[in-house]
């Protein structure tokens, strides 16, 4: 069985391969080179590099959070897709958008007009090559795997997705689509926006989008590092773990429009301070 440890030591080994571009010395507090240092979620990198002023490492928001407790990062700030995986690391933090789970597709696919008129009927074709992230390793994917039990009730074969699909990092899942590695991928909206790539809308059933929906999400769960997580609307956090981080995350989640042009959804109120239980 490979250990949570083990995963987070093959996401250090693989920074520099995964296009991140930082490398772990510079994400201690107070970075080396002056800049506030950051830990985001994968689906995050590029809206936190327009911020600016800040050195930004990216992974999937568990990973980040072994990351910060196992003292493998000191980042000034953090940010991540599930408000629950601060615990730990902060009392408090601060909501500031919402998103879909989304399918996007290769526009040159043999399955992308299938995917559009029948996304369920075409996810069951045996040759098709679907995409999606590690559920031990981000949000995005214990939520696919979520949605996929949630979509049995509408006759998907959820299981069969799952095991022929192939399992990418965060970071790197719609170049592979965009590239023609992958027919489809489950992603989050906001990552198919700032790709430029199509998107089959999944209903609302089964994208944790709609907060009037969260008893429904939460009818499913998975176990995330032997804890059990209940499923719910998509919401994303971020906390300044020290005083320099906290004018970058003020910059972060009052950005709206920065938010909203990348494809996030920012609802009325926020950013919203929210204890972390």
């Known amino acids: ?18 296009g991140v571009g930082v490398t772990a010395l510079s ?26 002023d800040a050195a930004v490492e990216a992974h999937g928001s568990a990973a980040v959070r072994q990351l910060v407790r196992d003292g493998a990062r000191e980042p000034d700030a953090v940010a991540v897709a599930d408000p629950r995986l601060l615990a730990g690391i902060a009392d408090s933090a601060r909501l ?49 795997v979520m949605a996929l039990r949630l979509a049995e009730a509408s ?8 095991r022929r699909s192939s ?12 590239g023609g590695s992958l027919d489809c ?3 989050y909206e906001s990552m ?17 989008s709609d907060p009037d929906m969260a008893d429904h999400y939460g009818s499913v769960a998975v176990e995330v590092d032997g804890e059990r997580l209940p499923g719910t609307p998509i919401r994303y956090a971020a906390t300044a773990l020290t005083e320099r981080g906290r004018q970058w995350v003020d910059r972060l989640v009052i950005g709206h429009s920065r938010l909203r042009e990348r494809g996030f959804t920012v609802p009325a109120g926020y950013p919203e301070r929210r204890p972390i239980e």
């Open 192 to 208: 198919a926006v700032e790709r430029g790539l199509p998107t089959v809308d999944l209903p609302p059933r089964i994208d944790f």
């Open 1 to 18: 069985m490979v250990t949570r440890r083990q995963v987070v030591s093959g996401l250090l080994g693989g920074a520099a391969a995964g």
């Open 167 to 178: 399992i990418h990092p965060e970071t790197e899942i719609t170049n592979l689509v965009d």
């Open 96 to 144: 500031f958008a919402t998103n879909a789970l989304a399918l996007t597709y290769d526009r040159d696919s043999a399955y992308a007009d299938r995917l559009q008129s029948d996304w369920a009927s075409a996810l069951g074709a045996e040759d098709i090559r679907v995409g999606r992230t590690d559920p031990a390793v981000d949000p995005l994917g214990y939520r696919t």
């Open 185 to 187: 991928a489950f992603v």
């Open 27 to 52: 994400l201690n507090a107070g970075g080396s080179d002056g800049r506030v240092s950051t830990l985001v979620a994968g689906s995050l990198l590029g809206v936190a590099e327009a911020v600016g």
């Open 155 to 162: 006759d998907v074969d959820g299981q069969a997705v799952l």
